[in-house]
């Protein structure tokens, strides 16, 4: 099922009972539940921090089937920028050197299956998936 | 749907979701804390990197002073989030 949102931090509770009414009818495991959440904040307030001045919304789509739970975000007119690179990010320097933030994209890695880029026309398209068991 | 607040005992007890909306109140309660406290997320069901920003931020603030945050009570899913980040050693999260 697919809906747009706006782009904003004041968004995300709509995003999340958006989604958890569809994980509900589903009947998705709560384990899985957490790194779904988890995965679509972290793109989504991405997604808000680096476009603050665009207007346009931001799709998501989510869909169940036997073995996953598949989510797409999709971003209208902005730059590129592939969230499926790894990228370096600091988790072992003492507390004294440790970065405040940047460690999103990190954490999504450690909890969805898949995630994909694709970006044409100034769209970006995220997908990830995340099974069931 | 998330509080932040005092309990009887002094710690600091977090209920709901810590997600990127919330991170300004929580920031506003934290920055007030300025000695060695317990955050007890017995009724905290979700944190962020937005959430963990919050803490690492308090943590190095109380850090300058020989204090720090202990944490309890946390559930599988906020303990992975912690190991995942590497919080697991600035951390004293009682198991």
Redesign the interface.
């Known amino acids: 099922m697919q809906k747009t949102f706006a782009r904003s931090?004041?968004s995300?509770?709509e995003i999340?009972d958006f989604t958890e009414a569809l994980l509900d009818s589903a009947e998705v495991a709560q384990?899985v539940r957490?790194?779904v959440?988890?995965a679509m904040?972290?793109l989504f307030?991405n997604m808000v921090k680096y476009n603050p001045e665009n207007t346009q919304d931001i799709s998501l789509d989510v869909a169940t089937d036997s073995s996953s739970v598949t989510v797409t975000m999709i971003d209208h007119d902005v730059d590129a920028f592939d969230v499926s690179r790894e990228r370096p990010v600091?988790?072992?320097s003492?507390?004294?050197k440790?970065p405040?933030?940047g460690?999103?994209l990190?954490?999504i890695r450690?909890?969805v299956d898949t995630l994909n880029y694709q970006y044409s026309d100034r769209q970006s398209r995220i997908t990830f998936t995340k099974g069931l068991t | 749907m998330f509080e932040i607040e005092f309990a009887d005992d002094g710690s600091i007890r977090c209920t709901g979701r810590l997600d990127a909306a919330q991170c300004e109140k929580a920031q506003s309660f934290m920055d007030k804390v300025d000695d060695a406290r317990t955050l007890d997320f017995a009724a905290l069901e979700y944190i962020s990197s937005a959430g963990l920003g919050v803490l690492l931020k308090t943590q190095k603030r109380l850090a300058a002073s020989g204090a720090g945050l202990k944490i309890i009570n946390a559930n599988n899913h906020i303990r992975d989030v912690f190991r995942y980040s590497g919080f697991n050693a600035i951390f004293d999260i009682e198991s």
């Open positions: 931090y004041d995300l509770k999340y384990s957490y790194p959440h988890f904040e972290e307030t600091d988790t072992e003492p507390l004294e440790r405040v933030g460690l999103g990190h954490l450690h909890m």
